[in-house]
């Protein structure tokens, strides 16, 4: 049961470069989310998404483009990276149900960017 | 909007020591969602326990305790008989309806058992 599944684990970017972040889910999970970790920030909201084909905005969407097209990939693309985006990115799937307020989210292992 | 408050500096903690995390919260939820995670230094996120706004007894799962108060908006984590193995950063998070279900979390508490 492989859970949920980041492409690639680690990737440096040159400034200006853009790039696709892949995050698969084999739990038939409706929610998808993706955050970013920085030094003393806990995890941040990127976007997220409630279902294929509905998406919305975190707390930090900027310079972040997200789809999601099927329930199980939910992709979150740099389309031109920048030094400010170096960070830990996570992926997150939870199961989408009326209690989703009491539902925990899994986590994908991680995908470490640097952008130089 | 939801906020998610700890601000414990790092701990120290002797092993077989009980540990007792603080988390504040701020929503304008009546029905919400709490939750623990720990990351150890390799980086997964690991989910440890759960407590529901309207559960009257606090969670606890295996030496993992959740100290709830509702009124004080505080859901305290309490790691009883520390092992060298719970040395990680842990975060609480939270989810409620008002933030259209949204995890949201604190910015962490690191601890580091010692033998």
């Known amino acids: 049961n492989a859970g949920v599944t980041q492409t690639p684990k680690f990737q440096v970017l040159k400034t200006g470069q853009s790039m696709t972040l892949q995050c698969a889910q084999d739990?038939?999970?409706?929610?998808m989310s993706w955050y970013r970790q920085d030094p003393g920030m806990g995890l941040r909201l990127i976007h997220y998404?409630?279902?294929?084909?509905?998406?919305d905005q975190g707390e930090v969407p900027n310079g972040y483009n997200v789809s999601r097209s099927t329930t199980e990939d939910f992709p979150l693309r740099l389309l031109s990276a920048a030094p400010s985006q170096t960070s830990v990115y996570f992926c997150?799937?939870?199961?989408?149900?009326?209690?989703?307020?009491?539902?925990?989210?899994?986590f994908g292992q991680g995908t470490r960017l640097t952008v130089v | 909007a939801q906020k998610i408050t700890q601000t414990q500096p790092g701990m120290f903690v002797q092993e077989k020591e009980a540990v007792t995390l603080d988390c504040t919260y701020d929503?304008?939820?009546?029905?919400?969602?709490l939750f623990w995670y720990k990351q150890p230094s390799s980086g997964e996120m690991i989910f440890l326990i759960y407590?529901?706004?309207?559960?009257?007894q606090n969670a606890t799962e295996g030496r993992y305790s959740l100290n709830f108060q509702k009124a004080r908006k505080s859901a305290n984590l309490v790691i009883s008989a520390s092992q060298l193995g719970d040395s990680a950063m842990y975060f609480c998070?939270?989810?409620?309806?008002?933030?259209?279900?949204?995890?949201?979390f604190g910015k962490g508490n690191q601890v580091v058992v010692i033998p």
């Open positions: 997150a799937s939870s199961h989408g149900t009326a209690d989703l307020m009491n539902t925990e989210a899994f």
């Open positions: 739990m038939n999970h409706e929610y």
């Open positions: 998404s409630v279902g294929a084909g509905i998406t």
């Open positions: 929503t304008s939820d009546q029905s919400y969602g």
């Open positions: 407590q529901g706004s309207y559960d009257e």
């Open positions: 998070a939270m989810r409620g309806l008002y933030g259209n279900n949204r995890l949201a």
